[in-house]
């Protein structure tokens, strides 16, 4: 008599499903959603699986890139390219346009992370989004930890950590007033490793600056930033040509590389799982500001 093999779903299998049940279910729960797309590695996959939640149609909502004007090259043809082979609507909130109109002040030292959110929750008002789609997860930051799946935002756009609904069995709560949105992370429960083996499964094309490559880099602060227009050297410092990859993709201005030899899918994973520094603690400047620089940013209304 033949036994019957137990039925059994791999860990990543198990992510993905839970990822598109999300996005299936703010499509019927909401009426304008949009999905931040930046190039980066989290929102390519978020983009992945936007795919498969509702192939064969197209993916039904458009996609928001928050432009800071600070970006690197291959990040924006990576962009620009991926929405054109999906045919998908790109919306590009411009922090060079705000600060032209007067809505944000250009910050002393140049950055422009931090002005980034007015120009977020003004193109949220325009467009009426009252869902968006997010590639945070909880693994990255301790503020982002403390994140639901469903993360409710104040018609202010702001976030209170004290202020979120319970999310029991699989149960998500959209309800929300006109001018309240929700932010949905559907990779909350990844981890960088998570994402860099379902990159490698459904062999997903990346900007070439995730993998190992030479650069003119500058050491500041334990981190390697690249010499570009955005960075340059100041009195008494030198540059030199490092090999480095970028573990997570953000302003030109603020994101550092590592110093690195992975220059394939397979090399990268055998890195990530080798690491102990998340990849923002190991290469966000804009995250150093202070103990709390990520959550002060969420009440704002950031990501």
Known sequence: ???????????????????????????????????LFSGGKDSIVMLRLAEKAFAPARIPFPVMHVDTGHNFAEVLEYRDTRVATLGLNLVVASVQEAIETGLVRELPDGTRNRIQTPVLLAAVEKYRFDALFGGARRDEEKARAKERMFSFRDEFGQWDPKNQRPELWGLYNGKHHPGESIRVFPLSNWTELDVW????????????IYYAHDREVVERGGMFYAVNEFIRLRDGETSEVR???????????????????????????????????????????????????????????YF
């Open 1 to 35: 008599m033949s036994q019957t093999k137990p039925y059994r779903v791999s860990h990543l299998d198990a992510l993905e499903a839970e990822s598109i049940f999300v996005m299936r279910e703010v499509m019927a729960e909401f009426e304008r959603p949009v999905l």
């Open 197 to 208: 083996h379902y990159i490698a499964k459904e062999q997903i094309p990346l900007p070439s």
């Open 243 to 301: 090999r480095v990859r970028y573990r997570t993709v953000g302003d030109a201005s603020q994101t550092a590389a590592v110093l690195s030899e992975a220059d394939t899918v397979e090399k990268v994973i055998d890195e990530v799982a080798a690491t102990r520094i998340t990849e923002r603690g190991a290469t966000r400047g804009d995250d150093k500001v202070s103990e709390a620089a990520m959550e002060d940013r969420k009440r704002e209304g």
